[in-house]
T-cell receptor, first 114, second 111 residues
């Protein structure tokens, strides 16, 4: 099956700094990628839809100026958490696929903000 | 507002027996349902899906049942195998819009 990678798998940063997470589709092109966040014992929550060559679409309640998404190529989308705070500590996971119902998920990135 | 609910956070089943994972939803407009399986340190992988026009879909050892009147779906795994031990997520979508996930059920199949 298709492979989606994420980098880094785990990152620790200090409060107030920014962190960039990469999501790559390794063997297919993805015009659309999705970014999710999962807090402990909660479900995967869609944060935004990343569209290649255009602006991302953010879900209600997600600050677009805090979670910057760039989808510059058909195989790479990045999520930058700006001015991170401890409450941003979470598990961030991306997905990509040919259609909404055939999504391949990355392994996720665990962000810890100290 | 948790529109997709998996009320059992964990389930243990003996190898060879049936595993039944349950999922309830509140949005009657959902028209497509999916199950994903997730191993530790990996992303979820698609397992099986069902459209709202059906009430059953089968794929090998996995069968999903949909009861629209009860807003309930279930995943049956028969026979259960140790390799099935994972977290299972139920998910739903409305009109090809975003996919809404449940909180997951951790299945342990005991050899």
């Amino acid at each position: 099956g298709a492979v989606v990678s994420q980098h880094p798998s785990w990152v620790i940063c200090k409060s107030g700094t920014s962190v960039k997470i990469e999501c790559r589709s390794l063997d297919f092109q993805a015009t659309t990628m999705f970014w999710y966040r999962q807090f402990p014992k909660q479900s995967l929550m869609l944060m935004a839809t990343s569209n290649e060559g255009s602006k991302a679409t953010y879900e209600q309640g997600v600050e677009k100026d805090k979670f910057l998404i760039n989808h510059a190529s058909l195989t790479l989308s990045t999520l930058t958490v700006t001015s991170a705070h401890p409450e941003d500590s979470s598990f961030y996971i991306c997905s990509a696929g040919q259609n909404l119902y055939e999504q391949y998920f990355g392994p996720g990135t665990r962000l810890t903000v100290t | 507002d948790q529109q997709v609910k998996q009320n059992s956070p964990s389930l243990s089943v003996q190898e060879g027996r049936i595993s039944i994972l349950n999922c309830d939803y509140t949005n009657s407009m959902f028209d497509y349902f999916l199950w994903y399986k997730k191993y530790p340190a990996e992303g979820p992988t698609f397992l099986i899906s069902i459209s709202s026009i059906k009430d059953k879909n089968e794929d090998g050892r996995f069968t999903v049942f949909l009861n629209k009147s009860a807003k309930h779906l279930s995943l049956h795994i028969v026979p259960s195998q140790p390799g099935d031990s994972a977290v299972y997520f139920c998910a739903a979508s409305q009109g090809y819009q975003k996919v809404t996930f449940g909180t997951g059920t951790k299945l342990q199949v005991i050899p």
